[in-house]
């Protein structure tokens, strides 16, 4: 398997494709650890994976124009949304798996910027249920 | 209900100017107020009224 430098990745955030106006994704996934040690235990503690809790960040570079970033983000403010992500834009498969997952849009940045640098909008928004890995 | 996409950016398999129903957009997992209000889709019962489009002309002495 080819290391891949992320040049092409595909985000959709409602069934609007925003690729281009992202220039940074993180999908974090990690479970609470939840202790199970016993008196029986000798040597070392054990545990086992509780819950999954999930986020997503993204990096948006800031864009007023007609259906474009805050046109499609600001409706969403304070309700889920369907998010896809995919390493890179071409046809789904073993090597461009798409994560599916519901997003809660709990914050959003309609100005950030500082004079003379580009207006962006940095995100982390709590993913709400399980994320979906598809290959096909 | 149907709609017209009105923007380039749809993740479908259809292209701007199209028409959608609500079904597939909710198939699609959208919500469809948040692409109304994006200008990506526009519902086709419920087109720009009149006064809000641009006057084909000068009206008559007008000038």
């Not at chain 1, 955030?13 to 008196?39: A, P, Q, R």
């Not at chain 1, 999930?54 to 970033?69: K, P």
């Not at chain 2, 923007?7 to 997992?29: N, Y």
Request: with cysteine; glycine share 6%; net charge negative.
């Amino acid at each position: 398997m080819a290391k891949i430098v992320l040049t092409d990745a595909k985000v959709t955030i409602n069934s609007v494709i925003l690729s281009d106006h992202i220039n940074n994704i993180t999908i974090d996934t990690k479970y609470d650890i939840v202790e199970t040690t016993g008196f029986s235990s000798t040597a070392a503690k054990t545990r086992v994976a509780g819950l999954a809790d999930n986020t997503v960040t993204l990096d948006f570079m800031q864009d007023y124009a007609a259906a474009n970033v805050e046109a499609t983000i600001y409706p969403l403010i304070g309700s889920t949304t369907t998010v896809v992500i995919q390493p890179a834009s071409t046809a789904v498969s073993t090597t461009n798996p798409t994560y599916t997952f519901t997003a809660l849009v709990s914050e959003w940045q309609p100005l950030k910027g500082q004079i003379g640098s580009l207006a962006t909008a940095s995100v982390t928004w709590p993913i709400t249920g399980a994320i979906t890995k598809a290959t096909a | 209900m149907a709609y017209t996409i009105t923007s380039d950016r749809l993740d479908c398999a259809k292209a701007e100017g199209d028409s959608i129903t609500a079904e597939e957009l909710l198939a699609m997992g959208a919500d469809i107020p948040a692409l109304v209000a994006g200008g990506h889709i526009s519902d086709k019962s419920n087109p720009v009224p009149a006064k809000a489009q641009a006057p084909a002309s000068a009206p008559e002495g007008a000038n």
